[in-house]
């Protein structure tokens, strides 16, 4: 009976053992893991331009230019397709590459010619 409970006992650690590398391992991994700089962008619009413009960043939508100015975005590091939209107006692309500096957008929405 000894040995048995000797080799139990020991395969119940090596197992500890493995779980704990294990959780160790995942949670380092899991800690760098989608963590990436961000940086901000500011909005300005000129006054001619529709508060209830929507923003699209790389497609998705944000919220209306109105929102976007008053509270700004974080964008991760990278290359973003910055969009606004109004029925009615030519709508506004730009794109901007987030790296260290905050960037800093002028929008100015075109009506449509009648």
Request: with cysteine; glycine share 8%; aromatic share 6%.
């Amino acid at each position: 009976m000894g040995i048995i409970r000797f080799f139990r006992a020991a395969a119940l650690r090596g197992l500890l053992a493995a779980c704990v590398l294990a959780a160790s391992v995942l949670m380092a991994s899991c800690a760098t893991m989608g963590l990436r700089s961000a940086v901000d962008l500011t909005v300005e619009m000129s006054k001619d331009t529709p508060s209830s413009a929507l923003v699209y960043v790389d497609g998705s939508y944000v919220g209306t230019l109105a929102a976007v100015a008053a509270r700004g975005l974080r964008l991760p590091e990278g290359k973003h397709r910055i969009s606004v939209e109004k029925t009615g107006y030519f709508p506004y692309d730009a794109i901007v590459v987030s790296k260290l500096h905050p960037i800093h957008l002028k929008v100015d929405l075109l009506p449509l010619p009648d």
